[in-house]
């Protein structure tokens, strides 16, 4: 008989919740046009405004090619802009668009739309208690 309180089997069904959730909510944001990836980038470029791409990458925690794909595709769209870094040449600096902003803005309203879809199904109370486990598991991990 196994303990439903096993810290490993909870342990791994959160983790295979997460990518459940994840996988869903990455499928519904592709329908609008952005992945969430590429959405993440654009968020941290909301945010920054300009930044270097090896400084995304860090501020992502993605390896420096992956982000360096994800800028070309994003430029190839129109969705960034890059540039020479006026204080290294060698670097480059990755500026969000105005298509870029728009598409931002689509694809937090889809991936919204999804997370209330998802997180909706819980009571306020439920709520507050799961924000507050997740609060106390990041406190672990790190």
């Not at 400084?55 to 993605?62: D, K, N, T, V």
């Not at 360096?68 to 990755?94: F, I, M, N, S, W």
Request: charged share 25%; no cysteine; hydrophobic share 40%.
């Amino acid at each position: 008989m196994t303990d439903d309180s096993d810290p490993e089997r909870v342990g791994l069904r959160y983790l295979s919740v997460a990518y459940q959730v994840r996988k869903v909510l990455d499928e519904h944001m592709v329908t609008s046009g952005l992945s969430l990836a590429r959405w993440k980038v654009l968020q941290v470029l909301d945010r920054t405004s300009s930044i270097r791409q090896t400084s995304l990458a860090q501020e992502l925690g993605f390896a420096q090619r992956t982000v360096t794909q994800a800028v070309e595709g994003l430029a190839k769209d129109g969705l960034v802009d890059r540039a020479p870094d006026p204080a290294d040449g060698r670097a480059k600096l990755v500026t969000l668009t105005d298509e870029g902003a728009a598409a931002l803005t689509v694809g937090t309203k889809a991936g919204n739309q999804m997370l209330q879809q998802i997180f909706g199904t819980l009571d306020s109370k439920q709520l507050a208690s799961l924000d507050g486990l997740l609060t106390l598991i990041d406190i672990a991990a790190r």
